[in-house]
Structure formats: structure tokens, C-alpha cells
T-cell receptor, first 114, second 117 residues
Framework: DGGITQSPKYLFRKEGQNVTLSCEQN?????MYWYRQDPGQGLRLIYY???????QKGDIAEGYSVSREKKESFPLTVTSAQKNPTAFYLC?????????????FGPGTRLTVL | AQKITQTQPGMFVQEKEAVTLDCTYD???????LFWYKQPSSGEMIFLIY??????QNATEGRYSLNFQKARKSANLVISASQLGDSAMYFC??????????????FGTGTRLTIIP
């Protein structure tokens, strides 16, 4: 079955530690995205990548970093510079070959800073 | 100014009734697209329906339809014959620019829909 996987589902981190969230897709999509969701708010774009080895900052990139070495993978690192990292993180992908170029989402990772 | 506004934080609807979820948007770009996503308690976002700014007819997908009023900049989601499984958060989102080449989406704050048996 094609889809997007994110791991882990739940992640706990101590203050001052970097942590990496995994996102893998087997949909052969070119574009991938990372969003952050806080309670009572919509999704906010952190980073996106339209092609391997290239990515752009979204609206709230400070304190985060990404890489896109393979088409299938787009890991997100939450660094110690991120002041309030506790949130729900969603990864998505899309392709221009789909009728509406809609984004498909993974199940998410809930990050809690202790 | 907010680009996507969803004014209903929560709604309660009787099972089998129709429900309308409001969404207004703000853009000066003549080419844009509007999406509705459903987020169940599991957290995953599910794409429901899409409306392009140049589409002549309102979009429909099964029990979902989009009441697109371009002059009023509104794109309300209508769910007919609601079911218990429709209980979820619903998000309206907008892509500014043409369909291909600009995939960034701006999301509203969502509406929590609860279907009452």
C-alpha cells in the first residue's frame, strides 16, 4: 500500500536536546512538507521541498532544519534553538500528476518537551 | 489579516441532518485553490474536496459539496446526511497562485464537528 509513514508516533525530549522526526513516502511524490499544529490552531508550514537536494523555509522555520537526500525521505530536526517545540508535527507530500495537486498527510508525530 | 477564517470553533449536529461549515478567505491573486481537509481524532489529515478559482461549477464529492461564492470570498463545506463518522476537525486551506508550481497551503484554525446520534 502506498502512503506516508512518520516515526515515532510519540516523542519525548529533554530541554536542550536536538531530535529528528522521520518522514518516508512511497507514493513517488516530488514535493514534501513539514507542518506544525498547536492546540486550537491550524497547520503552519515549517519547511517544504519540491525536489531532491533542495528545500525552502516556510512560515515558522526558525529552530528547525531539514534534509532531502532521497526522494522518499524528508527528515525534520527540531533543534535546541526552537523555543517551544511541544506540538503535533505532520508530514505531507504531493505530485503535480494528481488532478488537484492535493497534499497527502502522514499520521503525525506528537513531540513533548519535558 | 487572516488569509483563511473559520468562525465556528465547534458545531453539534443531529445525525442525518445536513451541516454547513463556514470558510472565508482573503487573497488578491486571481488564481487560487481552496481545499477542505478532515482530521479525525487519530490526527491524520484527509483530503475531502477542492475548488479552483476559475471553476465554473461548485465542486462535489459524494456527500461533500462546496458552496463557492467568489464575490463574497467564501467557500463553505456542505455535508449532506451527516453520519457519526463525520465527527472530526475540519480545516479549510488555500493555495495562492496557479495549480502547479506553488504548492504552499495556508490553513484556517478549523471547526470541530460533533454528530449527535
Amino acid at each position: 500500500d502506498g502512503g506516508i509513514t512518520q516515526s515515532p508516533k510519540y516523542l519525548f525530549r529533554k530541554e536542550g536536546q536536538n531530535v529528528t522526526l522521520s518522514c518516508e513516502q512511497n507514493l513517488n511524490h516530488d514535493a514534501m512538507y513539514w507542518y506544525r499544529q498547536d492546540p486550537g490552531q491550524g497547520l503552519r508550514l515549517i519547511y517544504y521541498s519540491q525536489i531532491v537536494n533542495d528545500f525552502q523555509k516556510g512560515d515558522i522555520a526558525e529552530g528547525y532544519s531539514v534534509s532531502r537526500e532521497k526522494k522518499e525521505s524528508f527528515p525534520l530536526t527540531v533543534t535546541s534553538a526552537q523555543k517551544n517545540p511541544t506540538a503535533f508535527y505532520l508530514c505531507a507530500s504531493s505530485t503535480v500528476l494528481d488532478r488537484y495537486n492535493e497534499q497527502f498527510f502522514g499520521p503525525g508525530t506528537r513531540l513533548t518537551v519535558l | 489579516a487572516q488569509k483563511i477564517t473559520q468562525t465556528q470553533p465547534g458545531m453539534f449536529v443531529q445525525e442525518k441532518e445536513a451541516v454547513t461549515l463556514d470558510c472565508t478567505y482573503d487573497t488578491s491573486d486571481p488564481s487560487y485553490g481552496l481545499f477542505w481537509y478532515k482530521q479525525p481524532s487519530s490526527g491524520e489529515m484527509i483530503f475531502l474536496i477542492y475548488q479552483g478559482s476559475y471553476d465554473q461549477q461548485n465542486a462535489t464529492e459524494g456527500r461533500y459539496s462546496l458552496n463557492f461564492q467568489k464575490a463574497r470570498k467564501s467557500a463553505n463545506l456542505v455535508i449532506s446526511a451527516s453520519q457519526l463518522g463525520d465527527s472530526a476537525m475540519y480545516f479549510c486551506a488555500m493555495r495562492e497562485g496557479p495549480l502547479f508550481g506553488n504548492e504552499k497551503l495556508t490553513f484556517g484554525t478549523g471547526t470541530r464537528l460533533t454528530i449527535i446520534p
